[in-house]
C-alpha cells in the first residue's frame, strides 16, 4: 500500500478529538433531555463520546421507573470557528440492564395451530415443502416423481416431506398411542368397529373415528390409539335377563298366617 494510501486510510478510521466546548455543555444536554421528557426524570451524568469533529454526545441516568436501565443521549455541536453550542438531537437509548420488548417476528412464524379462527385466511408460500406438484392438465405430469399422487383438480398436493411431517405430528399428539387415555384404553382402534381406514400409504397407520360418543369423534387417531368407546369395550345384556334371586340369610322377620283348618 503506498504511503499516501496509508494516510487516507488513517484519517478515515481516526477517533475524533474530543471537543472541549462540546464537552463542557453538560448542563446545556441535560435541560435539552428535561425538556424532552417532560419532567424532571433525567439522572446523573454518565459520560459522553465524540461522534465527530464538534460533535459530543452526553449520556444521562433515566430515573423514569418505566425505563429502568435507559439512559437518554443527548448530542450537542459546534460549527466551525463558532464559540456557541447547540443541541442536535435528544433520544432516549437502552442500557446493558435495559428490559427490552422481545425481537419482532412474522405474523406467520408466529402461528400456532389452533391460531386460524373463523373468517382468517393462511397463505401458504408458493415453496412450501409439505406441498408438491399435482396431476392438473397434462398426462405428462405422471412423468414428475416415483411417489407420484393423485391430484386431479388441485394443483398441489402433499410431499413426501410434508406427509412426514404430517403423521410425526399425529403419532406423537393426543391422538397417538401415548396419550393418557390411550394408555387406559381396554382396546387399540386396529380392533374398534368405529375405525375408518384413511386413503393411500397412511392407512397403514391412521384412521379417522366414527364413534359420536367418542372423544375423538371425527379426528385422525393412529390404529394403536383408543379409548374407553371402544366397539368391543363392554357386552351389554339384553333387557330380559336378569341375575337370580338374591337370598338374605343374615336376618329375617316373623310373618302370622292362619291356622289350617281342622287344626286344634
Do not use: K
Not at 60 to 78: E, H, K, N
Not at 212 to 235: F, I, L, Q
Not at 242 to 261: Q, R, S
Amino acid at each position: 500500500m503506498s504511503p499516501l494510501r496509508q494516510t487516507s486510510t488513517a484519517r478515515r478510521t481516526r477517533t475524533p478529538a474530543v471537543d472541549p466546548a462540546c464537552a463542557g455543555a453538560v448542563d446545556l444536554a441535560r435541560e435539552a433531555a428535561v425538556e424532552t421528557a417532560g419532567r424532571d426524570d433525567v439522572g446523573e451524568h454518565l459520560g459522553l463520546t465524540p461522534d465527530g469533529d464538534r460533535v459530543v454526545t452526553h449520556y444521562f441516568a433515566s430515573l423514569d421507573p418505566a425505563y429502568v436501565g435507559w439512559r437518554w443521549a443527548v448530542t450537542v455541536a459546534r460549527a466551525s470557528r463558532a464559540r456557541n453550542v447547540t443541541v442536535d438531537e435528544v433520544v432516549l437509548l437502552p442500557g446493558d440492564r435495559a428490559l427490552l420488548a422481545p425481537a419482532w417476528v412474522p405474523w406467520l412464524e408466529r402461528l400456532r395451530p389452533g391460531d386460524l379462527g373463523p373468517g382468517d385466511l393462511l397463505p401458504t408460500a408458493p415453496d412450501d415443502p409439505r406441498l408438491a406438484a399435482g396431476l392438473t392438465e397434462t398426462a405428462a405430469d405422471l412423468d414428475r416423481a416415483a411417489q407420484w399422487e393423485l391430484g386431479i383438480g388441485r394443483v398441489r398436493v402433499l410431499s413426501a416431506e410434508g406427509r412426514d411431517e404430517a403423521t410425526a405430528r399425529w403419532y406423537e399428539g393426543v391422538a397417538g398411542p401415548r396419550a393418557p387415555i390411550a394408555a387406559s384404553a381396554p382396546a387399540q382402534c386396529s380392533t374398534c368397529g368405529f375405525f375408518l381406514l384413511l386413503a393411500g400409504e397412511l392407512r397403514q397407520v391412521f384412521g379417522v373415528c366414527a364413534n359420536e360418543y367418542a372423544p375423538d369423534d371425527g379426528r385422525v387417531v393412529s390404529a394403536d390409539h383408543g379409548c374407553g368407546a371402544h366397539s368391543e369395550a363392554v357386552n351389554v345384556p339384553a333387557a330380559s335377563e336378569h341375575g337370580p334371586p338374591v337370598l338374605d340369610e343374615l336376618d329375617y322377620e316373623i310373618v302370622a298366617t292362619a291356622a289350617p283348618a281342622g287344626d286344634g
